[in-house]
């Protein structure tokens, strides 16, 4: 490949990849461009053409939580370049280890092209409903944080967490649903390792679709029993369909593949490890945030300062060390893109 093919073929990848960025605001453009970077990567580990990248490439990179050793210091300006390169390969975002292929992986404009046609009549719904199937433990409606200086319920704690992670989009809750006197006629069984009662996760999907309002832009029902997606699968956490706008998701306790009674108690309390549990797939690359942003319309900055507004909620009332990684790598999302800002040319 030629050095002229080479750098056209390569914008027609980073276009592929995560769309047009050119009428991006610069702080946009500095954050969606950190992708390129792993395009270069690949390109030069597989030396192929174009058409490699439509199969195995799309989610490209993962937050790098832990401050790698030869980490420039982004906090300070000291060492800060504001270079693509720089920020990428040393900070904010690795790529992924694995040597599979990914399932159901899309760039962004595989994936904008199917949501478009999917949501033309959605885009303007801007509000996510949720909706607590049959009875949670006590401990959980017992259970408070502070949060801004108030004391706010588990349900608002993900309320606001939701409202930071699909910042531009409203949280609410509907009145809360149990199944028998709902007549909604979910298969269910009990696993033959765990013994624990189950539902069958596609099953709700038509009730929830009938259940949300006509300005709701999706519906998402919250249990505390366990789920499994068909009968030779153990179980699952959760499962949406796009069709009917609708999912499901469980606290999914039980893990039968290593599943005994005695190394699995009962949960009767919500601590740092159980809300690190269901908050901890929080940051997205590059490439998922451009998706995420295509369908809420946030500003990136206002996005991770609401995320560690929250964080920083549960680090104050429940000390860890997990927090503090994802405060600390949060912030330094924030100072990569505030000095972005900075260094905007000024209009005079
Ligand atoms: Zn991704």
Partial sequence: ??????????????????????????????????????????????????????????????????????????????????????????????????????????????????????????????????VSINEYPSFIDDFTISFKSKNISFKELLTVFLEAFFCGKNVQWLPAVNILESKWNITSRYHKTTNKFQYLVTDFFVPLKKMKPKNGYCIMGMSWSDLYPCEDLNFVLGEASNRHKSGVFSFGRYEPKSFSESNHPEVTDIDTHVLWKLFKPLFLCPVCVRKLQHVCKFDIIQRYERLQTVIDSIQKAMPSQKWKESSDWLQRCLNFLVECKKSLPRIT
């Fill in 1 to 130: 490949m030629g050095i002229s093919n080479s750098t056209s073929s390569q914008r027609k990848m980073s276009d592929f990849l995560i769309g047009n960025i050119k009428k991006k605001s610069d702080v946009e453009k500095k954050f969606f461009s950190l992708s390129y970077k792993f395009l270069d990567k690949r390109l030069a580990i597989s030396n192929k053409e174009t058409v490699s990248l439509q199969n195995e490439f799309s989610c490209c990179a993962e937050p790098n939580p832990a401050q790698q050793k030869n980490e420039l210091d982004l906090t300070t300006n000291q060492n800060f370049v504001l270079n693509d390169s720089t920020a990428n390969e040393n900070g904010l975002f690795i790529p992924l280890k694995s040597t599979k292929k990914l399932y159901g992986t899309q760039t962004y404009i595989q994936w904008k092209a199917s949501f478009d046609v999917e949501s033309c009549f959605l885009k303007k719904n801007k509000t996510i409903y949720l």
